[in-house]
């Protein structure tokens, strides 16, 4: 089994900073892909921010300029760096995982338990 567990989620005023991490454990060959998501009540999971083994990166528009992804592949780790925070960037975020558990087979999706970042006005 692989687990992804994210940490540093919590109460920021606006304006203010945050950095996530999500850190990939159990037994498996590689990491593809990783990726970061949030989902508010009542609406959708929305892509935040997309990074791919060699650190090439996408944003939602939304995050554009505020947002930062990053990864350590040797420590198989992401981060999503968060600065200028709106009250509209509270939401539990996810990290994703296409994950190789062995060399013969297909990568798989694998999510985090999420964390829950909270913009006070």
């Known amino acids: 089994q692989v687990q992804l567990v994210e940490s540093g989620g919590g109460v920021v005023q606006v304006g203010g900073s945050l950095r996530l991490s999500c850190a990939a454990s159990?037994?498996?060959?590689?990491?593809?892909?990783m990726g970061w998501y949030r989902q508010t009540p009542g609406k959708e999971r929305e892509l935040v921010a997309l990074?791919?083994?060699?650190?090439?990166?996408n944003y939602a528009d939304s995050v554009k300029g505020r947002f930062t992804i990053s990864r350590e592949n040797a420590k198989n780790t992401m981060y999503l760096q968060m600065n200028s925070l709106k009250p509209e960037d509270t939401a539990v975020y996810y990290c994703n995982a296409q994950i190789y558990y062995t060399y013969y087979e297909h990568y798989r999706e694998v999510w985090g338990q999420g964390t829950l970042v909270t913009v006070s006005a």
């Open positions: 990074i791919t083994t060699g650190g090439n990166s």
């Open positions: 159990g037994s498996f060959v590689s990491i593809n892909g």
